[in-house]
Nanobody, 120 residues
Framework: VQLQAFGGGLVQPGGSLRLSCVVS????????MGWYRQPPGKQRELVAR???????DYLESLKGRLTISRDNTKDTVHLQMDSLRPGDTAVYYC???????????????WGQGTLVTVSS
């Protein structure tokens, strides 16, 4: 499985950005796609993830500002980020794994990361 993320860049505080990730290769009919991020000097954390059944899981502190969506026909996952803050500055990684949100048997495959910088 290969993951290609794009859409990062520089945005001013309060602005919006949409990240996208295309997953290619052998893709399970039941899977989870999502996003992690790693702010400078901090640990990587889950941002949001979504199953093929539409179920979602968000980092609690980001609810209301971020929206994850996916197109199962194109094996693509998106992350709409609104009201961005400097604290959202991070490298954002898209992820994929077999199974639904509650599956723990399989490990995530990771994309290369895309940098989001929120600054005036």
């Amino acid at each position: 499985v290969q993951l290609q993320a794009f859409g990062g860049g520089l945005v001013q505080p309060g602005g919006s950005l949409r990240l996208s990730c295309v997953v290619s290769g052998t893709i399970s009919s039941i899977n989870t796609m999502g996003w992690y991020r790693q702010p400078p000097g901090k640990q990587r954390e889950l941002v949001a993830r979504m199953g093929t059944d539409g179920s979602t899981d968000y980092l609690e502190s980001l609810k209301g500002r971020l929206t994850i969506s996916r197109d199962n026909t194109k094996d693509t996952v998106h992350l709409q980020m609104d009201s961005l803050r400097p604290g959202d500055t991070a490298v954002y990684y898209c992820v994929y794994r077999r199974g639904g949100l509650t599956t723990t048997r399989y490990m995530y495959a990771w994309g290369q990361g895309t940098l989001v910088t929120v600054s005036s």
